[in-house]
Structures are given as C-alpha cells and as structure tokens.
C-alpha cells in the first residue's frame, strides 16, 4: 500500500476551483486532453448507473488507445504534481482529470497497456483531507485495445451528471468540436492527428446531427507576420446563427490542438454591433504555448503577452473583413484633429512608465526594456499616432471591403512592409451606448463615442480626461498578473496629470 500525503483534499479542490466550469465537466475535458496527448485516435467512454432503488456500483469510465504507461510511469502517476509535460506540446494538466475524480468517487481505477508485457493497474481514493493511498491490483484490461489507457471512478452518488450519456456526449462536442469538424482535419488538425479523432459513449459513435458548419460559413486561415508563403497559423469559420448552431453561444471561439480554450468576443477585442447572431471557431496550435495550467487562458508575462498580441492582431485581420461583408456597419470616420496633442501627451507618460511596466513593451514594438535605459530606448521612437479615419490605416490592416473569399484556401495575402510608424494610434468609434468605453483592435485604441459616459464628458468639457482614462483602462488588460490594473489606470493619471503641456479640450 501507498500513500499520497499532502493536504490532498484541499490542493485538489484548489486546482477545480481555477475552472470556470463544473468539475464533471473539467473530468471528461481533462481526460480527453491526456488521452489526446498520449497519441489517442479512438476515446470511448461507459457510463454504467447502478441499479435504483438497490446498492449498486455508479461506474464511469474512459479508455483510449495511446501509447499507455509502464509500471513505473503508473506509480508515479499517483503523484499530485507529476507530469512529463513541456509547455505548448500537450493539452492537458499532469493527469489532473483522473486526480480530481477522487474528489466524487469511493474509489478509482486505473489500468495502462504500453506493451504486450508492460501492463499495470492501480486504485486509489481519498481516505481524508491529507491521505490518498494507492496499490496496484490485478490488471484486468477488459475495455482496452491492444495499448492505451482506462480510468474507472465509482462514483459517490448515484445523481452524478457523469452517468448521463447525453451529458458526457455534449461536453465532449463542446468542449472538442473542431475534431469533429472535416473542414479543420483538413487545414490543420491532420498534421497532428494523422489517423483523426473518433470518440464513442456507451459504444455509439458520437456524430454532429447536421453539418458542423454552416453551408454559408465564411471560412478563413491567419496567418501571422511573414508566415504568408508557408502553413497557415490558424483556421476558421464565421456564421450566422441558425437552428443547428451547436454551442447554444455566440462569439467566436478559440481552440488550441482541437480543444476550445475561451468562448466569446472580449479575448479577440472585437464585437458585431448590429447582428450579434454571429458565431464561430478559430483553431491556432500556436497558442498552447502561452496557456494558463488548467488550459482556460492566457498567460500574462511578457513575452506570452508578445505571442499573444500577435495572434490577436492576425486573428482580427481575418475575421473584420468577413464581419463587414455579414453587414456590420462600418466603423465611425470621425475626423480625430482634436486628439493629436493629447496623443503625445499619452506618448510622453507611456515613455515615463515603461521602465515599471516593461510588459507593454511588446505592444509598443519595442523587444525588451531596462529601467536605467527604458527612456533612452524610446527617446526617437515615435510611440502614439492619431487615427486619422478608422478605414485609413492601409499599412496596419487590410481595407474592410476586400472580398472575402468563399473556399477554405483562401489567397495567401501579400508580405507586408515593416510599418516606421507610431506603434499604436488611438481613435474614435459608434459603438453601443452600454457597450465597452473602448476596445483595442489590431493597434488601434478606440473610444466609444455612443457611450452614456463620453457623452456626458464632452458636454462638460473633459472629453480629453475621459479618453486618457479610456486609454489607460485598454492598456491595463494587458499587464501581468503580478501588477494591478487599478494600480496601474492611477499611475498613469497620475503621470499624466503632472505633465506641464495644456491639453485642448476635445471637440465633437
């Protein structure tokens, strides 16, 4: 017999509170990503209720054909913090799906087959708060194919969620459904699945109803920098919403290696207006590198937030053509004369805090900053522009009426100049009245003109506050996680406030 013993219970429900989502769900989309990662085509999974109304096992159980685990990988499975993980060439966390089942099950089942002869099984369940002893058992193997790996939970109650088929079939659909998806295998997810994906519940094949995506779907690919002549970053598709929209969510979605990370359009900094029926997926391996642990979000050191403004910025240039064409409106063209002496006002505290915040150095098209040399470096280097009509920024973006094309090999766009330029220009937008005061897209930082609250400061004449609060709200999105946003919005008022220049009060 041994032991797990740490203060077990507490770390584990540490580790399922940093999911915004249930911890059912958590299990199967943990689970699916270590079987994924573990070279897995085939993830069949059984759920077994016992019998009502008598004692009876609640079984749960996934199996995958992966390349499975020798005795001593299985050993050391049973460590909480054990992995072999390297950062962006896997999806899951450290076997963290079978480790938070203990918190919901009597006991759990674990058998792996790597080779015909390397085959072992262990149990273990949580006896307290700071005890989890295992053992290895008899290798059993009944659900496993020639290799691979299975987790059976007892499960504590007989109303758990897990012993739903349709629960488990739609959490896999929702949480993986660009590997169902012929249109994504093909653009990129073959280069990492080679033989494709098949899950099965109960040993029914799960399938998509309809057509997974949209007949009229505008499809596109990213491509990032001087990626053009080479494989495309990324992958997707944008629709209107309609009775088979399978998420029961709009927005566009981002997933890495076939898993979504984030729903939504606040990740991308961009969001329809008019037809908020509009949803979609993006697929970008790239990003695994710069995801949190639990695989939900983006991590905020500098250089993951380098990467990550990168593929924002690439993401966006796809999908705003495609959004126009759908019949957004286009963006506001009011004339910004008014902002450029406030722009080099925000020039000047940005240069007088880049030293503190060397994050948003990226973001400002600089590489690295020192804080003894951080004014040198910005000394020539022009910082903040004027947009002087949102649809004018030819070197930065492509011109919103660009067709769209309608194939999944879109043309490949053209390498683009290395732009002198400032680094980021701020501008004016109609948005919604109760929408974000602003919002930035590609390098641009927009204030929302609609909003109740400019409204209100330019009829009493502190528009120009309103638009630096505006700018150092945008700006702080993007720090790391050890600096504070409210910290930060006030150094950069303060900063702001002490500067000698009198600034022009805005005008409509």
Same mark, same amino acid.
């Given at each position: 017999?041994?032991?797990?013993r740490?203060?077990?219970?507490?770390?584990?429900?540490?580790?399922?509170?940093?999911?915004?989502?249930?911890?059912?769900?958590?299990i199967?989309?943990?689970?699916?990503?270590?079987?994924?990662?573990?070279?897995?085509?085939?993830?069949?999974?059984?759920?077994?209720?016992?019998?009502?109304?008598?004692?009876?096992?609640?079984?749960?159980?996934?199996a995958?054909?992966?390349?499975?685990?020798?005795?001593?990988?299985?050993?050391e499975?049973?460590?909480?913090?054990?992995?072999t993980?390297?950062?962006?060439?896997?999806?899951?966390?450290?076997?963290?799906?079978a480790?938070?089942?203990?918190?919901?099950?009597?006991?759990?089942?674990?058998?792996?087959?790597?080779t015909?002869?390397?085959?072992?099984?262990?149990?273990?369940?949580?006896?307290s708060?700071?005890?989890?002893?295992?053992?290895?058992?008899?290798?059993d193997?009944?659900?496993?194919?020639?290799?691979?790996?299975?987790?059976?939970?007892?499960?504590?109650?007989?109303?758990?969620?897990?012993?739903?088929?349709?629960?488990?079939?739609?959490?896999?659909?929702?949480?993986?459904?660009?590997?169902?998806?012929?249109?994504?295998?093909?653009?990129?997810?073959?280069?990492?699945?080679k033989?494709?994906?098949?899950?099965?519940?109960n040993?029914?094949?799960?399938?998509?109803?309809e057509?997974?995506?949209?007949?009229?779907?505008?499809?596109?690919?990213?491509?990032?920098?001087?990626?053009?002549?080479?494989?495309?970053?990324?992958?997707?598709?944008?629709?209107?919403?309609?009775?088979?929209?399978?998420?029961?969510?709009?927005?566009?979605?981002?997933?890495?290696?076939?898993?979504?990370?984030?729903?939504?359009?606040?990740?991308?900094?961009?969001?329809?207006?008019?037809?908020?029926?509009?949803?979609?997926?993006?697929?970008?391996?790239?990003?695994?590198?710069?995801?949190?642990?639990?695989?939900m979000?983006?991590?905020?050191?500098?250089a993951?937030?380098k990467?990550?403004?990168?593929?924002r910025?690439?993401i966006?240039?796809?999908?705003?053509?495609?959004l126009?064409?759908?019949?957004?409106?286009?963006e506001?063209?009011?004339?910004?004369?008014?902002?450029?002496?406030?722009?080099?006002?925000?020039?000047?505290?940005?240069?007088?805090?880049?030293?503190?915040?060397?994050?948003?150095?990226?973001?400002?098209?600089?590489k690295?900053?020192s804080? &003894?040399?951080? !004014? $040198?470096?910005? /000394?020539?280097?022009?910082?903040?522009?004027?947009? %002087? *009509?949102?649809?004018? #920024?030819?070197?930065?973006?492509?011109?919103?009426?660009?067709?769209?094309?309608?194939?999944?090999?879109?043309?490949?766009?053209?390498? &683009?100049?290395? !732009? $002198?330029?400032? /680094?980021i220009?701020?501008?004016?937008?109609?948005? %919604? *009245?109760?929408?974000? #005061?602003?919002?930035?897209?590609?390098?641009?930082?927009?204030?929302?003109i609609?909003?109740?609250?400019?409204?209100?400061?330019?009829?009493?004449?502190?528009?120009?506050y309103?638009?630096?609060?505006?700018v150092?709200?945008?700006?702080?999105?993007?720090?790391?996680?050890?600096?504070?946003?409210?910290?930060?919005?006030?150094?950069f008022?303060?900063?702001?406030g002490?500067?000698?220049?009198?600034i022009?009060?805005?005008?409509?």
């Amino acid at each position: 017999m041994h032991e797990t013993r740490v203060n077990l219970k507490h770390l584990l429900e540490d580790i399922r509170d940093s999911y915004p989502l249930s911890l059912e769900e958590v299990i199967i989309n943990e689970l699916i990503a270590n079987a994924l990662d573990s070279g897995a085509s085939r993830i069949s999974f059984f759920v077994t209720p016992g019998q009502m109304g008598q004692a009876g096992q609640h079984l749960f159980t996934i199996a995958d054909n992966g390349k499975g685990m020798k005795r001593r990988e299985l050993a050391e499975y049973h460590n909480i913090a054990a992995s072999t993980k390297t950062r962006g060439k896997g999806i899951g966390f450290a076997g963290v799906g079978a480790k938070l089942s203990l918190l919901i099950s009597k006991a759990v089942t674990t058998e792996s087959k790597s080779t015909r002869r390397a085959q072992s099984a262990t149990t273990w369940h949580l006896a307290s708060d700071t005890r989890a002893p295992w053992k290895f058992i008899p290798f059993d193997g009944k659900v496993l194919p020639d290799k691979g790996t299975s987790v059976t939970m007892e499960l504590t109650h007989d109303q758990s969620p897990l012993l739903s088929a349709d629960f488990v079939r739609q959490t896999i659909i929702n949480h993986y459904f660009p590997l169902f998806v012929p249109e994504f295998h093909q653009a990129l997810l073959k280069f990492f699945y080679k033989k494709g994906i098949e899950f099965f519940v109960n040993g029914q094949k799960v399938v998509m109803t309809e057509s997974a995506v949209n007949p009229r779907a505008k499809l596109f690919r990213v491509y990032v920098g001087g990626q053009a002549k080479r494989q495309p970053a990324g992958f997707g598709y944008v629709a209107e919403h309609e009775a088979h929209e399978p998420f029961g969510r709009f927005g566009l979605a981002i997933s890495t290696y076939g898993k979504i990370i984030k729903y939504g359009w606040e990740w991308l900094g961009v969001s329809p207006k008019i037809n908020t029926n509009i949803y979609g997926v993006v697929e970008i391996p790239g990003i695994a590198e710069i995801l949190t642990l639990n695989k939900m979000d983006f991590l905020k050191d500098a250089a993951s937030l380098k990467k990550y403004y990168k593929f924002r910025k690439a993401i966006q240039e796809a999908v705003l053509p495609i959004l126009e064409a759908m019949g957004e409106k286009p963006e506001s063209k009011e004339k910004s004369q008014a902002l450029k002496p406030l722009a080099a006002e925000v020039e000047r505290t940005l240069k007088n805090m880049m030293s503190d915040f060397p994050e948003l150095a990226p973001l400002l098209g600089v590489k690295r900053v020192s804080g &003894k040399n951080a !004014s $040198r470096m910005f /000394a020539d280097k022009p910082l903040v522009g004027v947009v %002087e *009509e949102l649809n004018d #920024l030819k070197s930065e973006t492509p011109k919103l009426g660009n067709k769209v094309p309608q194939d999944s090999t879109p043309q490949k766009p053209a390498k &683009k100049k290395q !732009s $002198r330029g400032p /680094a980021i220009f701020i501008g004016f937008e109609a948005g %919604e *009245e109760a929408g974000a #005061l602003s919002r930035m897209i590609e390098s641009r930082i927009l204030v929302n003109i609609s909003h109740s609250s400019y409204v209100r400061a330019l009829a009493a004449g502190y528009a120009d506050y309103h638009v630096v609060v505006c700018v150092a709200w945008t700006l702080s999105q993007f720090l790391q996680e050890e600096h504070s946003m409210h910290q930060f919005i006030n150094d950069f008022l303060s900063s702001w406030g002490k500067n000698q220049p009198k600034i022009q009060k805005l005008l409509p």
